[in-house]
Nanobody, 126 residues
C-alpha cells in the first residue's frame, strides 16, 4: 500500500498557475495509476486527472483539458499536476490517489483507488 503525500497548494489569483506534487516513499508508486481529485464542502468529490500505469496514458475531466497537465517523474517518484489559468470555481482541497492494481474500468471513479493522501488546499481568489 502506497502512502501518497500532496504538496504545493496555496492561494493564487484568477488566471495564475500552480503546480501540485504527489510523492510516496514506496517504490511501487512508480508502477501505480495515480489520480488527482478535488472536493469542496458544497460539492461531491470530483475527478480531475489521472496517469495510468502501465503506459502512462493520461485522462482529464473536460473542464480542465488544455489547462491542466498530469505527469510522472520516475526518478523523483512523484506525480505532478500543473494547473494553468485557474479560476475561483476551482478552489478546493486537492487529493492524490493511487492504485497499485491495474485499473480496467472506472478510472475516473474514486473507488478505483485504494490509497489517498490528506489533501492540499488550493484557493483561487482575487
Amino acid at each position: 500500500q502506497v502512502k501518497p503525500v500532496e504538496s504545493g497548494g496555496r492561494s493564487v489569483q484568477p488566471g495564475e498557475s500552480l503546480r501540485l506534487s504527489c510523492a510516496a516513499s514506496e517504490s511501487s508508486f512508480s508502477t501505480s495509476t495515480v489520480a488527482w481529485f478535488r472536493q469542496t464542502p458544497e460539492k461531491e468529490r470530483e475527478f480531475v486527472a489521472t496517469i495510468k500505469w502501465p503506459g502512462d496514458r493520461t485522462y482529464y475531466t473536460d473542464s480542465v483539458k488544455g489547462r491542466f497537465t498530469i505527469s510522472r517523474d520516475k526518478a523523483k517518484n512523484t506525480v505532478s499536476l500543473q494547473m494553468n489559468s485557474l479560476n475561483p470555481e476551482e478552489t478546493a482541497v486537492y487529493y492524490c490517489a493511487a492504485s497499485r492494481t491495474v485499473i480496467t474500468s472506472g478510472i475516473r471513479r474514486g473507488a478505483a483507488y485504494g490509497s489517498w493522501g490528506q489533501g492540499t488546499q488550493v484557493t483561487v481568489s482575487s
